[in-house]
């Protein structure tokens, strides 16, 4: 008879015998797994991306418009100092 550490503990001999018995036993075991998708499904799956990313083309076919004046390097600086926006603010979008 084998003993296992769990029977150690124990002296009835009945009871390390039950222990064994329950180790020795083949234990039930149960998967439960989320049913694999179908070819079906995967081309359904295809087909919504590729509407999607048709959708996504169309809004990008128009050009961004900037609604502002743009300010130029050598355009005095929109802050007020005088200098150039290249010496003024335009150093500080550039240290990064």
């Avoid at 234990?27 to 048709?54: I, K, V």
């Avoid at 900037?66 to 200098?83: L, V």
Wanted: with cysteine; aromatic share 6%; charged share 35%.
């Amino acid at each position: 008879m084998k003993c296992s550490p769990r029977c150690w503990k124990t002296s009835n001999t009945k009871e390390v015998q039950e222990l064994d018995e329950q180790q020795q036993a083949p234990r039930e075991m149960h998967f439960d797994h989320a049913p694999a998708p179908t070819l079906d499904a995967y081309e359904q799956s295809l087909l919504a991306t590729e509407n999607d990313e048709e959708h996504e083309d169309d809004e990008s076919e128009h050009p961004f418009v900037r609604e502002a004046h743009k300010i130029g390097r050598n355009d005095p600086c929109p802050c007020g100092s005088g200098k150039k926006f290249k010496q003024c603010h335009g150093k500080l979008s550039h240290e990064e």
